[in-house]
């Protein structure tokens, strides 16, 4: 968007945002731009530019969301590794180190 702003110097800033959404594939900005261009030319453009905001607002929310529930189960194998192995060679040792000591004695 930045990049967008300062290309659109000059130029009609809508126009520009449309031409980058279209040459950047993306479905998201594509639709925005579509969305921008009937604001411009709507009647009650304050509370249509606000609908779009709510919308991308919630869009934003719901992909964190998303991303954030991976984060648990991505999470699951580091965490086995770095606190329950330890644990469970600690344990090992602890428990074992005797009984191989018996062993070696016998």
Known sequence: MRWVL???QGRDLIEQMQREAQE????????MSVQLEFI????AQQELMGQLATSIA???????E???EKVGSELVIPMVVFYFLPF??????????PIVQNLGAM
Do not use: F, K, N
């Not at 950047?24 to 639709?31: A, K, M, N, Q, V």
């Not at 919630?58 to 964190?64: M, N, P, V």
């Open 6 to 8: 300062q290309m659109a």
């Open 24 to 31: 950047s594939h993306l479905p998201e900005l594509i639709g």
């Open 40 to 43: 411009r030319r709507g009647t």
């Open 58 to 64: 919630a869009d934003y929310i719901g992909s964190a």
């Open 66 to 68: 998303q991303r954030a």
């Open 88 to 97: 469970l060679v600690t344990l090992l040792a602890v428990i074992g180190w």
